[in-house]
């Protein structure tokens, strides 16, 4: 049997992953054990609801990372269709159609037997959170944290963004990164024109357009891969800073510059 990305037959965590509108990814997550089964973020309600017949799958939970359309919209077609239970971020109720239960930074959120931290994120919007399967090896970032990316500041600070990705930075090489869009291809050139030494990046570039020519998905990276490819987690490498003139700058600074570069890129 031929598996998917994204699919592991023997995980105590099963994640199907399938691609949604434009360049999102929809998820389902099962819980083997028990059974739970919760969609992060619902991109498409329609697709949704026909990978989970495809699975056999019943939803139990919405699990959303913050309210924009491509993350909420399906929220109410999905609980009325199957009763979810839907959990999303505290400091964002007011935007979250559907929300039942409101979580925050330290809280813990059960899937069956799993078990989830909640990270606040901010920066993106303000109310950004993600869930991190620390037992299980992965991490749901939403519009935070792309491969070779980050989100766009539209209800944030640079202060606040890279304080988020500071939190990503702390978790394990090895923690699978689940993110909501496929810009890998665009973001690792846009890196290359930052960062043009970086011979992790530049062997990641060759691998990501090969990938992409041949219509595989670049999801799910490593935190290990973004922290040794990705700009916007590498405001201290010395070669970043000098390319951008900004050699010795605070790095909320170099940041922000990455972040304006890649907004017009
Ligand atoms: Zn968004
Ligand atoms: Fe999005």
Request: proline share 5%; net charge negative.
């Amino acid at each position: 049997m031929v598996m998917q990305s994204g699919e592991n037959a023997v995980a105590a965590l099963e994640i199907h992953q399938f691609p949604c509108l434009d360049d999102n990814y929809g998820y389902l997550i099962r819980d083997r054990e028990t059974g739970a089964t919760a969609a992060i973020d619902t991109p498409d309600a329609a697709a949704i609801r026909s990978a989970l017949d495809r699975k056999g799958w019943r939803l139990d939970f919405i699990w959303n990372t913050h309210h924009h359309g491509d993350h909420a919209g399906g929220n109410l077609a999905l609980k009325a269709a199957t009763g979810c239970r839907i959990i999303g971020p505290r400091a964002d109720v007011a935007r979250i159609p559907g929300i039942d239960d409101a979580v925050g930074d330290g809280d813990t959120v059960m899937l069956g037997s799993r078990k989830a931290r909640v990270f606040d994120t901010p920066g993106h919007t303000r109310g950004h959170i993600v869930y991190v399967f620390d037992e299980d090896r992965a991490i749901f970032t939403g519009d935070t944290l792309f491969a070779m990316g980050c989100g766009r500041l539209f209800e944030g600070t640079p202060d606040q963004m890279w304080h988020s990705l500071q939190k990503l930075l702390a978790l394990p090489d090895e923690m699978r990164v689940y993110c909501a869009h496929e810009y890998t291809q665009k973001n690792a050139h846009f890196a290359l024109t930052v960062e043009p030494g970086n011979a992790a990046l530049a062997a990641r570039v060759g691998e990501v357009d090969r990938m992409r020519a041949n219509g595989l998905p670049t999801v799910p990276s490593t935190i290990g891969r973004e922290r040794a490819t990705n700009p916007f987690l590498r405001p201290d490498s010395a070669a970043l800073q000098s390319a951008l003139g900004l050699s010795g700058a605070p790095l909320t600074a170099v940041f922000a510059e990455i972040r304006q570069r890649r907004n017009v890129y």
